[in-house]
């Protein structure tokens, strides 16, 4: 019986909470007249738990476009190190790092699945020995983000540095 007073007062708190909870606030002003949310993140880290929380931040901006009528047209570049969070191949991670490196693959394929394209940098995939071939399902492998990030920033991209 004790227990049954327990899940009822807590579904009394869960609903309440619900109802007295603030709507998420909006980004009206800065969306005024926007149709389509053009944006380029340029990812360059190292650390692949820093990388899981930068991706969930990424997914709630897509989500975030799409809550407020924007269709986004998101671009994710990878250069520098994190080209190896990106591969398949991990002789050069750390055993510790694996839990993290699953997690980043499982969010890039939901990100992929809601229309989000990326790219890697040849340029750090050389330098940081990492095969083209070994990078995760649907990343194409670019010439030099460099170049790639010019020609996004000369469509009309917003340029978001993620380090």
Known sequence: MKTFYTLTLLAVLLATQTLFAAPKPDDADALRG???GKVLF????ADPKKMTLYLAVIRETVDDLKRQGVEPDVILAFRGLSVRLISKDREAMDLTDFEYLDRVAAQLDDLRSQGVRMEACSVATRL????NATLLDGIKPVGNTFVSL????AQGYANIPIY
Request: glycine share 6%; charged share 20%.
């Open 42 to 45: 340029d990812i360059n880290m």
């Open 150 to 153: 010019t020609g996004y920033q």
């Open 128 to 131: 940081f020995k990492v095969d």
């Open 34 to 36: 926007v149709t389509t």
